[in-house]
């Protein structure tokens, strides 16, 4: 016969093991619904800061296109200006040094390189 000490021994063994066990899978589950929201939270962040980015470079972009364009009419306007000023001077001779730095700073302003056209080109003067 079997000693009732050992079924109530295996019973208590089984008992406890089924508790443990479902307090485990109970714990697993309250931890993988924390991990998910942290997840969701996470996403929902990256998906806010990707419009907010979204947002600043189109801002950027039409500033940028807004500069240009006024930066154009400018250029055109100085270029104009400078071709009506010098006007007068195609019917007058014009020493080919003066005309090559009327060129090139022309062609300096079409460029929009300033720095480029700096000291090393400096007008000479010819006095």
């Not at 939270?41 to 806010?48: F, H, K």
């Amino acid at each position: 016969m079997i000693d009732l000490r050992i079924v109530g021994a295996a019973l208590l063994a089984a008992a406890l093991a089924g508790t443990h066990w479902y307090a485990y899978r109970q714990g697993a589950q309250a931890v993988q619904i924390r991990f998910d929201a942290h997840v969701a939270a996470a996403d929902r962040a990256a998906v806010r800061q990707a419009d907010e980015n979204r947002g600043r470079s189109a801002q950027v972009e039409e500033r940028i296109v807004v500069q240009t364009v006024y930066r154009d009419r400018y250029l055109t306007k100085t270029v104009k200006e400078i071709e009506r000023a010098t006007q007068p001077l195609a019917v007058c001779p014009v020493p080919a040094d003066a005309v090559r730095l009327l060129n090139d700073a022309a062609r300096c302003a079409r460029e929009d390189r300033p720095a480029a056209c700096g000291a090393v080109d400096a007008v000479l003067d010819t006095r």
